[in-house]
């Protein structure tokens, strides 16, 4: 069978309130906590590879203070001895400045993001006005204005798939829209594996607690109750344990799962394919 190997990668570290993870008021007032930044890589056992998320391209936050172990997407990349400019197929979870950054590292690839998440913001970016994106406006709290200078760059060079809800990827690899949740037309995957199908959550359950709980974070765009009916379906992928999920921002990716430093970054391997290496040495 077509099998993936999944590897998730720490580009950044922030720290912020407990609470914008886990909700409030059940986490409020309790501190703050160390935030992964992430993305991933998925592999086939016949040689496919999607990227899912580019991270962003310096380490500046759009509100607060800066990450810290800011490693560039393309260079995580490269130290593993892959080459940006080989990355054919990459996947958008969705347009914050964290995920959707660095785009210009990526010259070949073929970019799948939702109709709906790429149509929104532009709107609001045609709303305000690209004078009016300013860090005091929450709309623009995780939204980097010039990620679509690159973004739109790709669509007018025909290197862009608008979808338009649930899609097939790659055999083994399916888009799962989740409308008005964490931002307007955010997506997630479900990656087929020899052990199981994985669910690639993203933002859509930012950490193991929010599913575990089925508590939205204190920070979100969309619909609540949206928001916890698509919990429920990626619980559905990634079982009662949530053994085969990878939330979007949870540091405890790196203790549920097998992980170590490779080439000084912070690496989890959710699944490794029976024909591929270990990145873990």
């Not at 809800?165 to 997630?188: E, P, Y």
Request: glycine share 8%.
């Amino acid at each position: 069978m077509k099998d993936w190997s999944i590897w998730t990668f720490q580009y950044a570290e922030g720290r912020l309130p407990l609470d914008f993870v886990r909700g409030t008021p059940v986490a409020s007032n309790q501190g703050h906590i160390e935030v992964p930044m992430i993305f991933s890589l998925l592999q086939s056992n016949d040689g496919e590879r999607v990227l899912v998320d580019t991270g962003f391209s310096s380490g500046t936050s759009m509100t607060g203070p800066g990450f810290k172990d800011f490693v560039r997407s393309d260079e995580v990349l490269r130290r593993h001895g892959i080459d940006a400019a080989g990355i054919d197929t990459l996947v958008l979870t969705h347009l914050h400045f964290d995920h959707a950054g660095n785009l210009d590292a990526f010259p070949n690839a073929r970019i799948f993001v939702q109709r709906y998440e790429y149509e929104s913001w532009k709107k609001v970016l045609a709303e305000y006005g690209r004078d009016g994106v300013t860090k005091d406006r929450w709309v623009f709290s995780s939204l980097d204005a010039n990620n679509f200078d690159s973004l739109d760059a790709a669509i007018a060079q025909g290197r862009v798939t608008l979808l338009d809800g649930d899609h097939v990827l790659r055999k083994g690899v399916t888009c799962r829209l989740a409308k008005d949740t964490h931002s307007f037309g955010i997506q997630w995957l479900e990656v087929e594996t020899s052990v199981g199908t994985y669910a690639l959550a993203g933002d859509v359950c930012y950490s193991y607690f929010s599913v575990e709980r089925m508590w939205p974070p204190g920070y979100l765009q969309g619909n609540v109750w949206n928001l916890l009916r698509e919990m429920e379906r990626v619980k559905k992928v990634a079982g009662d344990d949530l053994a085969r999920m990878l939330p979007g921002h949870d540091i405890e990716i790196f203790t549920r799962h097998p992980s170590g430093k490779s080439h000084d970054v912070r690496v989890a391997e959710l699944h490794l394919a029976a024909s591929h290496q270990s990145l873990l040495g």
